[in-house]
Every structure is written in structure tokens, then in C-alpha cells.
């Protein structure tokens, strides 16, 4: 009998966890979107990488044209701070307003991803984060990066 109730009880709690185990996993993926919507729109290595992770955000690089050529982030746009006038019709073709937008540039002593985060904002995007630990951090973790 014992042996019944138990097995009943394993039974029970594998179709219980099948239930309830991929909401959990989807709410924990849509999680670093959510976190980057309402923060402080600064991201760390961590929230940056959960973003790239769940392609829920578009990564734009607001280093020089040259600089991106070179190496960025694997999959990010070049919008660089010099050349925003120039560059931003095109982008503003490619992604709309309401985009989840990261920008970086080289690390936490470069101005240029807050410079283009500003500008974006002033042209209306409204969810536009930065990652201040930049390229050097993204790199040096051996997160992936082309050019």
C-alpha cells in the first residue's frame, strides 16, 4: 500500500513539474527584457549577455565605423557617435521605435554609448539601455564577437 501511495505521489509531482517547469523557464527568459525595461538603463556583463542570449534586443555599437569594422559585438549595428547624423536615417529604416536598443562602446570610460543612447532617445525610442562594461568586458569574457 505504501508503495502505492508513493508512487502515485512521484507520478503526481513528474506531471506537476512538466506542467509548471516551461512557464517558469519562459518567465525567467522574458525576465532580463523586463529588468532592462524598468531599470536604471545601465546593464552589466550579465544583464547584456541575458539580452543577446534571448535576442530581445538589438546591440549597436557607437564606436567609429573603423572600430566596428574591426570586431564587435556579433550581431550589432554600427550607429557610431561621430557619424549619428549621417547613420540614423538608415537605422531608424531598420528598427523601430518601440526596439529594445543596448548600446555599448569600448568600456566604462567612454562617453560615446551615452552620447548615442541620448540621441536616441531625443529621436523616440523609448527603451534604450546602455552597457557600460562595453567591448573590452564583452570580449574579455569570450562572448561572441565578429568583424
Known amino acids: 500500500m505504501a508503495g502505492k501511495t508513493l508512487r502515485r505521489t512521484l507520478v503526481a509531482s513528474v506531471i506537476l513539474l512538466s506542467i509548471f517547469l516551461p512557464a517558469a523557464s519562459q518567465l525567467h527568459a522574458a525576465e532580463p527584457a523586463a529588468l532592462a525595461k524598468e ?3 545601465e546593464l552589466d556583463l550579465s544583464a547584456a549577455k541575458a ?3 534571448s535576442h530581445s534586443a538589438c546591440f549597436v555599437d557607437a564606436r ?7 570586431s564587435h559585438i556579433k550581431g550589432a549595428l554600427s550607429l557610431s557617435d561621430s557619424r549619428f547624423d549621417e547613420q ?3 537605422f531608424r529604416q531598420k528598427k523601430s521605435t518601440e526596439t529594445l536598443i543596448v548600446v555599448y562602446c569600448v568600456g ?3 562617453s560615446k554609448a551615452r552620447h548615442v543612447a541620448e540621441k536616441l532617445k531625443k529621436n523616440g525610442y523609448r527603451n534604450v539601455r546602455v552597457f557600460s562594461g562595453g567591448l ?4 574579455h ?3 561572441p564577437m565578429e568583424g
Open 64 to 70: 567609429s565605423e573603423y572600430a566596428y569594422y574591426s
Open 88 to 90: 540614423f536615417p538608415e
Open 39 to 41: 531599470g536604471s538603463g
Open 136 to 139: 573590452t568586458e564583452w570580449s
Open 108 to 110: 566604462p570610460g567612454c
Open 141 to 143: 569574457a569570450g562572448f
Open 51 to 53: 539580452l543577446f542570449d
